[in-house]
């Protein structure tokens, strides 16, 4: 496997299920990160990590519960989700402060709550 | 906060045909970064801009970082049908942060 892996490609929940989305970069990063991607609208941040430590959160509701256990893997728990956080979700590693901190991205997971 | 501008919003272009596309702001930013977003995947880095007035090529795009360091903008030439996709810059404001701000995209289709 190379570069920044997303699980699962697709999830279909209800509002009142528990889920866990799954990150993983064979980049040798130390920086991670989830965005949020909405029809028609920015990437929106959501989580920093840097060495493991959460270094942003940018009042991204409780329901969404990041967590990284070391620097090659990130997830995202997800629970008692609404509709409109249907989106796709991606994962993104870096390598800050050097190599120009350039993101690079996974697939993504494409998110419906139902 | 911080936000980012891109022009056009969606164009329509005959194969063959060259492409410009820009990115705006209010603020200065440091680093200009141009993705390429094709349906159902993540965005992928096309170029990456770290001085104002540089200018970079990958290919048949060029990408330049404006020297007022509000803007950039991002040329493809020839362009082929593999190139539709939504083009997405990304800035970020001081050296070493790892937070960078994203624009809406523009949305590029390719006629054959």
């Known amino acids: 496997e190379t570069g920044v892996t997303q699980t699962p490609r697709h999830l279909v929940m209800g509002m009142t299920n528990k889920k866990s989305l799954k990150c993983e970069q064979h980049?040798?990063?130390?920086?991670m990160y989830w965005y949020k991607q909405s029809a028609k609208k920015p990437l929106e941040l959501m989580f920093v990590?840097?060495?493991?430590?959460?270094?942003e959160n940018n009042s991204v509701p409780s329901r969404f519960s990041p967590e990284c256990p070391n620097s090659s893997h990130l997830f995202l728990h997800l629970h008692t989700l609404q509709p409109e956080d249907s989106a796709l979700y991606l994962c993104?590693?870096?390598?800050?402060?050097?190599?120009?901190?350039?993101?690079?991205f996974g697939p993504g997971t494409r998110l419906t709550v139902l | 906060g911080q936000q980012l501008n891109q022009s056009p919003q969606s164009m329509f272009i005959q194969e063959g045909e060259d492409v410009s596309m820009n990115c705006t702001s209010s603020?200065?930013?440091?680093?200009w970064l141009w993705y390429k977003q094709d349906p159902g995947e993540g965005p992928v880095l096309l170029i990456a801009?770290?001085?104002?007035?540089e200018l970079t090529s990958n290919g048949r795009l060029t990408a330049q970082f404006g020297i007022t360091r509000k803007d950039s903008f991002l040329n493809i030439s020839a362009s082929i049908p593999s190139d539709v996709g939504i083009y997405f810059c990304?800035?970020?404001?001081?050296?070493?942060?790892?937070?960078?701000?994203f624009g809406p995209g523009t949305r590029l289709s390719v006629l054959p």
């Open positions: 603020s200065i930013f440091n680093t």
């Open positions: 993104a590693s870096s390598q800050p402060p050097l190599g120009g901190n350039e993101q690079f």
């Open positions: 980049l040798g990063h130390n920086a």
């Open positions: 990304a800035g970020r404001i001081d050296n070493y942060g790892q937070n960078f701000v």
């Open positions: 990590y840097s060495l493991e430590e959460r270094v």
């Open positions: 801009l770290y001085k104002a007035g």
